[in-house]
């Protein structure tokens, strides 16, 4: 019976990711045909300012891409309860696979070599914390001083990234807002899973609904800070570093505070981290190599020159 739990958990985990890979595309779109009218003279991605997010979210094909993440959202809560947070939360690396195949077909352009073994390393480090995590993944009790640790947690993240968008908000780029992101959806999908596990164990109290608050929170910024990662970088892009940091986050969380590995040896602890380095190593090269990033990059050094001359 949880074996086959776990198998529809990952089923709808997969079924999420290609939710998640349109609505990133449509969402992408939006922002980038918004900065188009507003930037009729530079072709380079920046960040968006409130009046520029304001506009974008009244655009169709904006709102068309929020319910599909939506849907995505959905599918991915059904999962959380149905298996551990370690097992499906990688599983959305399959959104990557897909958006870099849509983005390209949309753009007539073709991924360079660089791209794919980047797209290749992200999802190759990510399939292994998959394999290993469903052959060892417990779900443990969720007691208060668990909750209390994640919630600390985040509080401090909380803090770092608002010192951090105060002093070099200005400097921030495409790869910066992805991190955030990626890290404030770890933690978005980790609460819901307690939140999950909470009314599952009719422990709901006052604890509960402020980790649900936080929740919110989260998923708040984080969705402010994915619109920016829209406007700085292609889609591509913006979902490996969503399907690699989220759920490296989530599965640091779960192992180290929810206890989901406890009582597991050394080896799988070994082959964690071969598979993190080896996906968060494939989204900085993608970082680096993609044809869109390269061209802003490009674009960047002309203007820059232009004005010291």
Known sequence: MAEAARILAISLAALGAIAMSFGAQFQNDAVGLQQKIQRQKSKIRSALNLRQLM???????????????????????????????IVVQPVGVIALVVTSVLNARLTKSRLNRGTLIAIG??????????????????????????????LAVLVVILIIFAIAFLRFGKRFN??????GTGVLYGFVATLAKVVIARIEQAHFEWLTVFCALSLVVAM????????????????????????????????????AILGEMDGVSGWYSLVFIFC??????????????????????????????????
């Open 121 to 150: 390393a992200c999802t190759i480090g990510i399939a292994g914390f998959v394999v290993s995590a469903s052959l060892a993944a417990t779900e443990p009790q969720i007691d208060d001083n668990k909750l209390r640790q994640v």
């Open 220 to 255: 708040a910024l984080g969705g402010w800070f994915v619109q920016n990662a829209y406007a700085s970088g292609p889609p591509d892009l913006v979902i490996a570093g969503l399907t690699v940091i989220d759920p490296l986050v989530a599965v640091i969380i779960g192992v």
């Open 276 to 309: 993190g380095g080896l996906a968060i190593t494939g989204v900085l090269l993608l970082s680096r190599v993609h044809p869109e990033m390269r061209l802003a990059r490009n674009l960047r050094s002309r203007i820059t020159r232009r004005r010291v001359l």
């Open 55 to 85: 506009s974008v979210m009244k655009r169709p094909r904006w709102l068309a891409g929020t319910i599909l993440l939506g849907l995505a959202t959905l599918l991915q809560l059904t999962a959380l309860g149905l298996a551990p947070l």
């Open 174 to 179: 495409a790869l910066t807002y992805i991190v």
